[in-house]
């Protein structure tokens, strides 16, 4: 099964293993990064949730540059070799809020109100063990007291725009996902912002692969400079410092 996956892995990577820089990123990322790409020449960026992302780094997937969501993710990559751990660098941040559809009135956090707005639909998050968005809403949920009236109507998907896609085609009535998604789409609207103390800080970690070349290196320090963070910040991104607050 591992050879089988090992494979799967790079037939997926093949049309962009070409690239001079390719990069793993977190979905949530999109829009930035891809005004970033299109800066640099021969810059591909595969997006997916992270916990996808970082077992396919640990299978060796070439990526050169590795954008997380999670700091976990990363450290499991730190812990099997597959990245430089001196270029381990916090690079944005955001904050947890619950969506519903377009014209949907403000909801408190309370259990009466949620049951009340969720009815017989489902929750969309990603995967609460494995996508970093779903594992923050699994903590902020368990966190306000509201993890037993929803648990069993959770609509689990594998990345934190899919589930950002369910709200948008009305196929849920409620969705969490990151405050930056939610510009995405006039189809939705925040209802409800989750306390940043309700779950770990949400931090987006990045980090050089053992194959980054100069050209990697160029991208990622990008990322990190000045326009690079305004890039982020014009898409409705924090810095680590502002979201730990």
Same mark, same amino acid.
């Given at each position: 099964?591992? =050879? !089988?996956?090992?494979? $799967?892995?790079?037939? *997926?990577? /093949?049309? @962009?293993?070409?690239?001079? +820089? &390719? #990069? ?33 780094? =640990? !299978?060796?997937?070439? $990526?050169?540059?590795? *954008?997380? /969501?999670? @700091?976990?993710?990363?450290? +499991? &990559? #730190? ?34 109100? !949620? ?8 929750? /969309? ?5 494995? +996508? ?114």
């Amino acid at each position: 099964m591992r =050879s !089988l996956l090992f494979c $799967a892995v790079f037939i *997926l990577a /093949a049309p @962009v293993a070409r690239a001079e +820089v &390719l #990069v793993f990123a977190a979905a949530s990322l999109k829009e930035p990064l891809d005004r970033m790409a299109a800066l640099f020449d021969d810059v591909v960026v595969s997006y997916g949730g992270s916990g996808t992302l970082a077992r396919q780094v =640990s !299978l060796g997937a070439p $990526a050169a540059v590795v *954008l997380l /969501a999670n @700091v976990d993710w990363m450290d +499991v &990559l #730190v812990e099997g070799g597959n990245v430089q751990p001196e270029t381990l660098a916090d690079f944005a941040s955001n904050r947890l809020v619950m969506i519903g559809q377009a014209g949907a009135a403000p909801l408190t956090l309370e259990p009466v109100a !949620l049951q009340g707005a969720l009815g017989d639909g489902r929750l /969309a998050v990603g995967l609460t063990e494995s +996508v970093p968005a779903g594992i923050y809403a699994k903590a902020a949920l368990q966190s306000s007291g509201l993890w037993d009236v929803v648990q069993d109507q959770l609509a689990e998907v594998d990345n934190v725009r899919a589930a950002l896609a369910l709200v948008i085609r009305g196929q849920t009535p409620l969705g969490i996902v990151y405050q930056s998604d939610v510009r995405i789409s006039d189809a939705v609207v925040t209802v409800a912002t989750f306390p940043p103390e309700s779950h770990p800080p949400i931090r987006y970690v990045g980090a050089l692969s053992l194959n980054a070349d100069p050209a990697a290196r160029a991208f990622f320090n990008f990322v990190l400079s000045a326009e690079g963070q305004a890039i982020l910040a014009d898409a409705g991104f924090l810095s680590p410092l502002v979201a730990a607050k």
